[in-house]
């Protein structure tokens, strides 16, 4: 069974700087794997989506990479603002003819101004 | 931008009673997709529905949950009798296919009292 932890589980960072979600996952036998942000009581939104031949996907001040040999991803924010706050959730897609989502945690982000 | 639209925001019922919570995925998605959220836990995976059918469903997915297609555009899952320990944020997801990103709604808060 899919376990994903991510690590921290929360961080404080003042405004403009660069920081790093991780995330593992004990079954390598992966799809792809989706980062999402989470708003509090609120839905998820889509942030990236790396497939399982890729190594790094791009959005924005977002970089996303993934080690599926070694059961990681990575989730770069560059220059941090307060409207990043939220949590961040991360979510490999199990595989093996399964297409559903298994979650972490997360990790809540706060910037401060 | 296209989006995925769930009615109610937020359900509260008697323990007991039968609820139905809606949802419209993206239009042109043929994958969708039923989640939880138990309040302070993580995301967790109950049900997916493709070409008129559950193609997979989870544990939690027991005899007092059903989901339907009833036309073209909505996707609904139904609990036949609400528990105390059903109540959770509800999230429905759809995706164009499989190993594609999925697309979550806002979320159906559902309290049973």
């Known amino acids: 069974k899919q376990e994903v932890t991510q690590i921290p589980a929360a961080l404080s960072v003042p405004e403009g700087e660069n920081l790093v979600l991780n995330c593992s996952f004990t079954d390598s036998a992966i799809y792809n794997l989706q980062w999402f942000r989470q708003d509090p009581g609120k839905g998820l939104t889509s942030l990236l989506l790396?497939?399982?031949?890729?190594r790094e996907q791009t959005s924005g001040r977002l970089n996303a990479s993934l080690d599926k040999s070694s059961g990681r991803s990575t989730l770069y924010i560059a220059a941090s603002q307060p409207g990043d706050s939220a949590t961040y959730l991360c979510?490999?897609?199990?595989?093996?003819?399964?297409?559903?989502?298994?979650f972490g945690k997360g990790t809540k982000l706060s910037v401060i101004p | 931008e296209p989006e995925v639209t769930q009615t109610p925001s937020h359900q509260v019922t008697q323990m007991g009673q039968e609820v139905i919570l809606r949802c419209v995925p993206i239009s042109n998605h043929l994958y969708f997709y039923w989640y939880r959220q138990i309040l302070g836990q993580k995301v967790e995976f109950l049900v997916s529905?493709?070409?008129?059918?559950?193609?997979?469903k989870s544990e939690i997915f027991d005899d007092q949950f059903s989901v339907e297609r009833p036309d073209g555009s909505n996707f609904t899952l139904k609990i036949r009798s609400t528990k105390l320990e059903d109540s959770a944020m509800y999230f429905c997801?759809?995706?164009?296919?499989?190993?594609?990103?999925?697309?979550f709604g806002q979320g159906t808060r559902l309290t049973v009292v």
């Open positions: 790396i497939q399982s031949s890729q």
């Open positions: 979510a490999p897609e199990v595989g093996a003819g399964s297409y559903q989502l298994t």
């Open positions: 529905f493709y070409n008129n059918e559950i193609s997979e």
């Open positions: 997801a759809s995706a164009k296919g499989p190993n594609t990103e999925a697309f």
